[in-house]
Every structure is written in structure tokens, then in C-alpha cells.
């Protein structure tokens, strides 16, 4: 197999600093330019793809992009495709996190030196920059559902700040609403947020250490989509002990006859019905969703998501990790 080494060009190596500088603006400025083309197609501001074209059940071996700043929705951190491998063929590649849900065939996946077989209903993540491939030995395709961190986006790695012991003590205060920090002076409010910080870390570096497992694989058995009660239902995420840093996949039942949502903010998700159907609130949007719809809920948007009907609405959910931040390119261009 490729490995890291292999991948770069041998000339790269032989490039002075100052050679190497300007092919990287050169690049660069190239890359800058299709990245700010894909941000005026975010523009566009979609929420929503119907299951008729997301076609998740006739999806092919081929790659094709469900959800993605290039189809006009305002996401970056992650974009979400349908792909796989024709019967008999095989691929090696690398590129940031992605998880995997198979929707059709069989096959195995390798990733670094460990092989999973896989099957429908399997789930499997691929930490950011490991080499991996998937296979196919047999003669239907196998295809998967796919999330993706979006390409040329970082990973975030948590750097808390954390004292043993706190050398200032920080201001005592009822609440942490805006009007009670707003009483606050400018040192008493950093050390307020120096403590918040050391507390929401000291949670941060737990989550760090249980990454460590590097889990990859989940059997269809241990996510039984179709029984789980109300509720979010967490399947890929680090504090399951998957090595993932982009976002993190659950599975939601949101009850029938659920008239008033839970309005929040988070950052980039994208929504997968299984079954039933309802409403998502997303800014002043009302969308009516079913199953095999998509929706997308841009980052910092308040959402909400309504079941007025009986039957239960259930729904994958791939969602920026709580803590991380939108990742907005910034190219250097000369002025035109």
C-alpha cells in the first residue's frame, strides 16, 4: 500500500525554502480561487433535499454528492456523498475524518493495518490522515453512505488551560447570563472565563484520553436504528472512544406528537430521516421532512425539530462536535 512518503512527489524534496514558499502560494492561490467559487454557491442558503433526489436507495458504486457547499448548502466542515466499489475492484486513499454507513452489498474495509468485514446496517470510521481502503471481492457493488470532513479543512485538536490549583480566584456569580457577566470588570470577567474554561477542559481532556481507544467499527447489531426508544442515541463520537475530531454521528426518535421542539444553535449537521416524517424549524425556514430527505442546518442557526404526526420521526444525525469551530478559508489572492 501507498504510504505517506510515497504520496509527495520526490522533486518536493529537493526544493529550496524559498522554491518550496513559492509553489505553496502558487498552489495556494489556485486552491483560494475554487474555494471562494464554492463560497458563493453557499450563498444559495439550502436546507433541504428531498428524498426523490437524494436517491439514497438506488445509489450506485459511483460518487455522488448529497449535501455539499458546491450543491448550494451553507456548510464547511463536513459534506455528506453517496459512493462505494463496484464488485471485484478496490481503492486506497487518505483524507480527514469520515464515517461510513453501508447501505448495499458487502465487502471489507482496511484501515493502517486493521481489516473489518462489513456489511448493511454497519457503521465504520476513518480517523483523519490513516491510509485506508475499501474492497470489494465480491460481484454487486458495496455502497455506503458517507460523512466526510471537507476537504483542505484542519483537524482541531482541544489545548485546554488547566491549574492544578487556580492561582486567582475567580468572582462568585448567580448566573452566567449576559446581564450578570456584564456587571463584571474586565480581569474579574477573563478570570470567570479562565475558570469556565478549566472546568468544560478538564471534561475536554477526559473525552482526549478515552480517544485513545480508537475504536472503528460498529456492527449493524450494536445500532439497531429501527428500536431504539426516544431520545439521541450516540454511535460515533469520541466520548465512545473513536479517535474523531470534525463531528460526531448520533440517531434521534423524536416522539410523535412533539408540538414544541428544543430550540438550539450548534455547528454544521446534516440530518438523514429513516423513517416517519415532521417539521425542522431552521432560522425562518419551516421544512417539511420525510423519510429519505436530507436536511442541513448551517452553523449558529436556531433550529427546532416538530412532530405533529403519531408515528415516531427518526433520523441520523452527522453533527460538528460541540466545542470545535467553523472553519472559514481565508486565501491570499492578488488584488484584481
Keep these: 500500500m501507498t504510504t505517506t512518503a510515497q504520496a509527495l512527489p520526490e522533486a518536493l ?11 505553496y502560494m502558487e498552489k495556494q492561490e489556485n486552491f483560494g480561487r475554487a474555494a471562494l467559487a464554492l463560497d458563493k454557491r453557499r450563498r444559495q442558503g439550502r ?3 428531498p428524498a426523490e433526489e437524494a436517491d439514497v436507495e438506488n445509489a450506485g458504486p459511483n460518487q455522488r454528492i448529497i449535501v455539499g457547499p458546491e450543491k448550494g448548502f451553507n456548510v464547511h466542515n463536513l459534506h455528506v456523498f453517496t459512493s462505494g466499489r463496484a ?9 480527514g475524518d469520515a464515517l461510513k454507513h453501508y447501505v448495499k452489498g458487502g465487502g471489507q474495509e482496511l484501515i493502517e493495518d486493521i481489516r473489518f468485514d462489513v456489511k448493511v446496517g454497519d457503521f465504520c470510521h476513518v480517523p483523519a490522515n490513516v491510509w485506508h481502503g475499501t474492497e470489494n471481492p465480491n460481484p454487486e457493488p458495496l455502497v455506503f453512505l458517507a460523512a466526510q470532513q471537507f476537504p483542505g479543512t484542519y483537524r482541531q485538536v482541544p489545548t485546554p488551560f488547566v ?11 448567580s448566573d452566567l447570563s449576559d446581564q450578570e ?17 478549566m472546568a468544560f477542559g478538564r471534561a475536554a481532556m477526559e473525552i482526549q484520553r478515552r480517544r485513545g481507544e480508537k475504536r472503528l467499527h460498529v456492527p449493524a447489531e450494536d445500532a439497531p436504528l429501527t428500536e431504539w426508544g426516544p431520545g439521541r ?17 448520533f440517531m434521534e426518535n423524536v416522539p410523535g406528537k412533539t ?38 442546518i448551517p452553523a449558529g442557526s436556531r433550529h427546532e425539530t416538530l412532530n405533529p404526526h403519531h408515528e415516531e420521526l427518526r433520523f441520523l444525525c452527522w453533527q460538528q462536535i460541540p466545542g470545535t469551530y467553523l472553519q472559514v478559508h481565508t486565501p491570499v489572492l492578488p488584488a484584481e
Design 13 to 23: 524534496d529537493e526544493l529550496t525554502p524559498e522554491e518550496l514558499y513559492a509553489l
Design 87 to 95: 464488485g471485484g475492484s478496490e481503492r486506497y486513499h487518505t483524507h
Design 259 to 296: 408540538e414544541t421542539g428544543a430550540p438550539q444553535t450548534s455547528g454544521d449537521a446534516v440530518r438523514y430521516y429513516l423513517a416517519g416524517e415532521g417539521v425542522e424549524v431552521i432560522g425562518e425556514q419551516r421544512v417539511r421532512v420525510r423519510a429519505g430527505d436530507f436536511a442541513c
Design 163 to 173: 491549574h492544578l490549583t487556580a492561582p486567582h480566584q475567580a468572582p462568585e456569580v
Design 233 to 249: 442515541h450516540h454511535i460515533i463520537s469520541p466520548e465512545l472512544g473513536f479517535d474523531i475530531y470534525s463531528f460526531q454521528l
Design 47 to 49: 436546507v433541504h433535499v
Design 181 to 197: 457577566l456584564a456587571k463584571l470588570e474586565p480581569w474579574p470577567l477573563y478570570l470567570r472565563y479562565l475558570e469556565e474554561q
